[in-house]
């Protein structure tokens, strides 16, 4: 997937792009490929990026540690400002611009990293308790196993045989 050249856009039909992706994200251990529609409008001072989509990951159970599969789907959008101060002979150098800013601010004529964009929103779409079911246990320590009180019903049941012999 390649960035894309903001001023590009102006020059499509209703200064849209629609992306159709079938592939893996770099950065992203994803079990399928993610398969989607992204798109992207320019809206003069700003763009309207929309991505819909999903894919399958395997994450590690919080609980038990075992591997299971997840499938995550995303149907989001962002609006990424245009600013024309960004452009990079435009950064007065005294002025500090974090990495951060830039992601939301963009120059009008720069460029939108478009994989980028997927990653982070795939990543803010992962879930945060990672469980793998309603049926997940919690393995038995043997510490557990080796503290577990004596049932009391079973001890007089074994006194009440040994009246019968
Ligand atoms: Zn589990």
């Known amino acids: 997937m390649q960035s894309l050249y903001i ?3 102006l020059q499509r039909a209703e200064k849209t792009q629609t992306i159709l992706i079938d ?3 770099p950065g992203l251990d994803t079990l399928t490929p993610f398969r989607g529609t992204l ?3 320019h809206g ?3 763009l309207d990026v929309k991505v819909k989509g999903e894919t399958i990951v395997t994450l590690i ?8 599969n997840h499938r995550i789907i995303i149907n989001t959008s962002e609006i990424i ?4 101060n960004l452009s990079l002979s435009g950064i007065p150098q005294e002025r500090e611009v974090s990495l951060e800013d830039l992601s939301e601010t963009l120059s009008p004529d720069g ?3 478009l994989e980028t964009w997927l990653y982070e929103q795939l990543s803010l779409a992962m ?3 990672r469980l793998c079911g309603k049926e997940c246990r919690q393995p038995v320590s043997n510490y557990d196993q080796n503290t577990l009180p004596i049932d009391n019903r079973w001890a007089s049941l074994e006194s009440l045989k040994s009246n019968f012999s």
């Open 7 to 9: 001023p590009h856009l």
């Open 23 to 25: 592939d893996f994200i």
């Open 39 to 41: 798109s992207i409008r």
């Open 44 to 46: 003069g001072t700003f």
């Open 61 to 68: 159970c919080d609980r038990c540690v075992q591997q299971y």
């Open 81 to 84: 400002w245009l600013d024309k």
């Open 111 to 113: 460029h939108l990293d």
């Open 127 to 129: 879930p945060l308790r």
